[in-house]
């Protein structure tokens, strides 16, 4: 039997699909359509003090499209709730009674004074959620308030508020950290010391998402000016998978409970974070772009996923990969691969010979015998993935590994000894192989 | 049989105007800018990409494509025009199944090529909508007059090239308006709110091109009238012979030429005054046979039949507008040639085919059965041929190769400061882009003779 549910830091949800602290959460109406729908948790809206926050009038999102107006990035200015805490505090004290077997877990955010957050602690409590996210990593707006990431780009600040949190209350406490800073390892590490019980990343990415060429200034634009906002949706992902990996592979925080952010859609999506160590993920623009209903399919693609590979919990296959992210000094420089490419696939478009023409290796015919033909020419092939990358058809080119003769490129015989930078001939700080 | 006893079923005004409106209207509407831009985001901008190797005129479509697509379609239309200054009415008329779309590679793991037909007339619909007269500025003038004859395609795309190199161009056309066959020819639902002569405009308004109408080589001009009073002559006049039926009965009333009776369409203002039988019957298979019987079906013809000699796979028609017709309920009977044209006091009443096969040998032949169709009106769309005459007019003879004008690569003629293009010549495709390609190439050796 295949088991999807999880237990992230004690709380236990029937999936690992939650939606994460976003205007999908921000109200009851839509944290129980969610439910509805099979999402297995929620982070609420982050709440903040009295008088609520206001936002603006005008556009709050831009994005960034991709073809047929794919929704690729996505960017916004909005800010944290701007509903009365008393209204969500019910409203989440209800919806928790209704939903026993969801997760829900309430993003607060109030300025940095120990009081502050020992008071909005309590009332939480009240509530009977599982948990709380500290939200610091909200990049607009309460930034200049001395808020969100303005504390998430300072370590010391992530311990101080989180020791508070941990002393205060006996939920759990998940640091949520802003991407905006040089090393994520720093935050986390500081999360980690202040008690955390997980952390979970990545926030938005300070942006620009477009520039209206017309008025001469950011979309989204707010009578003539506009403020950078926070990026996220697909066109991230890469940078969260870097960025949970770097805490996961990280000795001084390895074993945190990470929560995965950033650009989740799919249930590969998912399956990617968590097997690079996050135990569950949290969704927002899929939802937002596509709506609620997009759960169902990472429910039942992790599923058969799981089935097709064994795994009966998702424990099986959390953090399986993180032993694999490697630094680019310890690859095998003996490993060789060739493009091959399926000519009963090929469409013959010539992209591949275009992009290896111009831009890289010439290793890709365009004519052959007078005839088109995109064919790859081994004694110029590096390996380097450019013609699969572009290809319009999946599978069309692929990388095949070399494991005798000798390679065609650099006429020297494949050697099946590993072999890296670290020892390479050309590495003048290259450690010396014990004499045999 | 009483059918053939009474008079022939030919009527005008057999349907209500709003049939006539909208049996005319545009076959293929014009794509919406979304529509567009969905479509534009198709294209996979192919390395030497085989749709413009497809493209007689050679049209860089992955690049207006993706001018399109960010949101450029006016440059797109540039692109377009830069190679094919006739790029919309090519993009109405051109069996693009056969051209460009026939090579898009999305073929061949989808079987569905991008529609680039429909985004080459987005883009130069969008440019004349947006754009008054031309974006062309004609280079200074170089004092040197060329005289082309015939103002279809072929000359158009001549003249508009020469006078953007700064020549004196004068095209003498024969009809009362410029053209050719994209005003006298083309399907009318094809070419719908006049759009050929709004085309001409936009050529006409790079300026340096005179245009005298009603002019006729041979009847008011002769070609050495021509050469000795400019510095090149473009012979682009096209076909204006008819082939004859060679077939009984083929002088009945009735029986009329599909080509004349186009003519008479695409002029006329109101379609409700043009006679059409009730049973038609289509002799040809080629477009002309096509857009006859698709019309006659459109103007209220109860029955239209298509009879062709050979089997549909041979005809001129791509099979894409083969089926068009068949859509519009047009039938096609192939392997049966015309042998006599029944005719009942003088008017036509039947047309008795032969079923023709190919003999071991592999060449058509009868088999000696026939079948006989029932017809109120027949048109004969068997093909045109050039007529010589007018352009043997003066001293030296030009000359001919298949009963056609004989060219080089350079589209020049036998005679020392004469070229040729379109349909008139040897070799040619009977296409308008094709025709536009030659007169294209025409003007870049006119130039290169004029500037040597």
């Known amino acids: 039997m295949t088991d999807l549910s999880t237990e992230f830091v004690g709380i236990k949800s029937p999936n690992p699909f939650w939606l994460a602290s976003a205007p999908p959460t921000d109200k009851a109406y839509n944290v129980v359509r969610a439910?509805?729908?099979?999402?297995?948790?929620?982070?609420?809206?982050?709440?903040?003090?009295d008088p609520?926050?206001?936002?603006?009038?005008?556009?709050?999102?831009?994005?960034?499209?991709?073809?047929?107006?794919?929704?690729?990035?996505?960017?916004n200015i909005e800010l944290i709730t701007d509903r009365p805490l008393e209204v969500n505090l019910q409203e989440i004290k209800q919806v928790k009674r209704e939903w026993r077997d969801r997760a829900l877990v309430v993003?607060?955010?109030?300025?940095?004074?120990?009081?502050?957050?020992?008071?909005?602690?309590?009332?939480?409590?009240?509530?009977?959620?599982?948990?709380?996210?500290?939200?610091?990593?909200?990049?607009?707006?309460?930034?200049?308030?001395?808020?969100?990431?303005?504390?998430g780009q300072v370590p010391e600040y992530i311990e101080m508020v989180t020791r508070w949190c941990k002393q205060h209350t006996r939920m759990p406490v998940i640091v949520k950290l802003t991407p905006n800073i040089t090393d994520i390892r720093k935050p986390a590490q500081a999360a980690k010391a202040g008690g955390a019980d997980a952390v979970?990343?990545?926030?938005?990415?300070?942006?620009?998402?477009?520039?209206?060429?017309?008025?001469?200034?950011?979309?989204?634009?707010?009578?003539?000016?506009?403020?950078?906002?926070?990026?996220?949706?697909?066109?991230?992902?890469?940078?969260?998978?870097?960025?949970?990996?770097?805490?996961?592979?990280?000795?001084?925080?390895?074993?945190?409970?990470?929560?995965?952010?950033?650009?989740?859609?799919?249930?590969?999506?998912?399956?990617?974070?968590?097997?690079?160590?996050?135990?569950?993920?949290?969704?927002?623009?899929?939802?937002?772009?596509?709506?609620?209903?997009?759960?169902?399919?990472?429910?039942?693609?992790?599923?058969?996923?799981?089935?097709?590979?064994?795994?009966?919990?998702?424990?099986?296959?959390?953090?399986?990969?993180?032993?694999?992210?490697?630094?680019?000094?310890?690859?095998?420089?003996?490993?060789?691969?060739?493009?091959?490419?399926?000519?009963?696939?090929c469409i013959k478009c010539g992209r591949c010979h275009i992009a290896c023409e111009d831009t890289s290796h010439q290793a890709i015919t365009a004519m052959v015998d007078g005839q088109r033909h995109f064919e790859v020419i081994d004694e110029e092939c590096v390996g380097c993935n450019l013609c699969v990358s572009v290809c319009p058809v999946e599978n069309c080119i692929t990388m095949v590994e070399m494991t005798d003769g000798v390679d065609p490129r650099t006429k020297k015989p494949i050697e099946r000894k590993f072999a890296d930078w670290t020892t390479h001939p050309n590495n003048p700080n290259r450690v010396m192989e014990a004499a045999e | 049989m009483a059918d053939t006893l009474s008079a022939p079923d030919i009527r005008a005004g057999r349907l209500t105007s709003d049939d006539y409106l909208q049996n005319f209207d545009d076959i293929h509407p014009p794509l919406?800018?979304?529509?567009?831009?969905?479509?534009?985001?198709?294209?996979?901008?192919?390395?030497?990409?085989?749709?413009?190797?497809?493209?007689?005129?050679?049209?860089?479509?992955?690049?207006?494509?993706?001018?399109?697509?960010?949101?450029?379609?006016?440059?797109?239309?540039?692109?377009?025009?830069?190679?094919?200054?006739?790029?919309?009415?090519?993009?109405?008329?051109?069996?693009?199944?056969?051209?460009?779309?026939?090579?898009?590679v999305r073929n061949v793991a989808e079987d569905k090529p991008v529609s680039i037909g429909l985004l080459q007339r987005h883009a130069t619909d969008t440019y004349m909508a947006s754009i008054s007269g031309t974006h062309f500025r004609r280079a200074p003038e170089t004092g040197k007059r060329v005289a082309i004859v015939g103002g279809g395609p072929a000359g158009l795309a001549c003249a508009h090239a020469l006078a953007?190199?700064?020549?004196?161009?004068?095209?003498?056309?024969?009809?009362?308006?410029?053209?050719?066959?994209?005003?006298?020819?083309?399907?009318?639902?094809?070419?719908?709110?006049?759009?050929?002569?709004?085309?001409?405009?936009?050529?006409?308004s790079v300026g340096g091109i005179k245009v005298e109408t009603g002019k006729a080589l041979g009847r008011d001009f002769t070609l050495s009238d021509l050469r000795a009073g400019h510095d090149a002559v473009f012979l682009a006049m096209g076909l204006s012979g008819v082939n004859a039926l060679a077939a009984e009965g083929e002088d009945l009333n009735g029986v009329l030429d599909a080509v004349s009776y186009i003519a008479q369409l695409r002029q006329a203002k109101d379609l409700s005054v043009l006679p059409v039988g009730r049973r038609v019957v289509v002799i040809g298979g080629g477009m002309t046979a096509i857009d006859i019987a698709v019309q006659t079906k459109k103007l209220g013809a109860d029955e239209v039949t298509i009879l062709y000699r050979r089997g549909q796979d041979a005809m001129k028609a791509s099979r894409y507008e083969q089926e068009l017709a068949q859509i519009e309920g047009v039938v096609i009977r192939d392997w049966l040639a015309p042998k006599r044209i029944v005719g009942e006091g003088g008017n036509v009443s039947a047309v008795e085919a032969e079923r023709m096969t190919l003999d071991s040998s592999g060449r058509l032949s009868g088999t000696g059965e026939t079948v006989t169709f029932a017809a109120d009106q027949v048109f004969k769309a068997i093909g045109q041929t050039f007529i010589a005459d007018p352009v043997n007019g003066g001293s030296e003879p030009l000359a001919l190769e298949g009963g056609r004008i004989r060219v080089d690569a350079d589209r020049k003629t036998s005679l020392s400061g004469v070229w040729a293009g379109g349909d008139c010549v040897a070799g040619g495709e009977d296409l308008t882009v094709a025709s536009v390609e030659d007169g294209k190439l025409a003007a870049r050796s006119i130039h290169a003779a004029l500037t040597a």
């Open chain 1, 52 to 75: 609520a926050v206001v936002n603006v009038n005008g556009p709050r999102y831009g994005a960034v499209h991709g073809k047929d107006r794919q929704l690729i990035g996505f960017n």
């Open chain 2, 164 to 204: 953007l190199d700064g020549h004196d161009v004068t095209i003498y056309e024969a009809r009362p308006k410029l053209g050719g066959l994209n005003e006298y020819g083309i399907a009318a639902y094809k070419s719908v709110n006049d759009f050929a002569q709004r085309e001409v405009e936009f050529l006409l």
């Open chain 1, 35 to 49: 439910f509805k729908a099979g999402w297995g948790g929620v982070v609420w809206k982050t709440l903040g003090e």
């Open chain 2, 32 to 104: 919406d800018p979304h529509e567009a831009a969905v479509e534009a985001d198709r294209c996979y901008f192919c390395y030497d990409a085989p749709c413009t190797i497809a493209c007689p005129t050679s049209i860089d479509i992955p690049q207006f494509i993706r001018q399109i697509s960010t949101g450029n379609p006016v440059g797109a239309a540039k692109t377009i025009f830069a190679e094919n200054i006739l790029g919309g009415m090519c993009a109405r008329v051109c069996p693009t199944e056969t051209l460009c779309e026939e090579a898009c």
């Open chain 1, 107 to 151: 993003s607060l955010m109030v300025p940095c004074e120990e009081k502050n957050w020992i008071d909005i602690l309590k009332r939480v409590e009240d509530t009977e959620a599982d948990g709380v996210e500290l939200n610091f990593g909200c990049p607009h707006g309460m930034s200049e308030r001395g808020m969100g990431s303005a504390v």
């Open chain 1, 200 to 345: 979970s990343l990545i926030n938005t990415i300070n942006s620009i998402v477009s520039v209206d060429l017309d008025l001469m200034a950011p979309n989204p634009t707010i009578d003539g000016k506009g403020a950078h906002g926070g990026y996220c949706g697909p066109a991230v992902k890469p940078i969260a998978l870097n960025m949970v990996a770097e805490i996961a592979r990280d000795p001084a925080t390895r074993g945190l409970p990470i929560s995965g952010i950033g650009g989740v859609t799919t249930w590969r999506d998912a399956a990617e974070f968590m097997a690079l160590g996050a135990g569950n993920v949290q969704v927002c623009t899929a939802a937002m772009t596509y709506g609620f209903k997009v759960v169902q399919d990472m429910i039942d693609g992790l599923k058969d996923w799981m089935e097709s590979k064994g795994h009966t919990s998702v424990s099986d296959f959390v953090g399986q990969a993180v032993p694999n992210c490697s630094d680019w000094q310890h690859l095998n420089l003996n490993y060789i691969t060739k493009a091959k490419i399926d000519q009963d696939l």
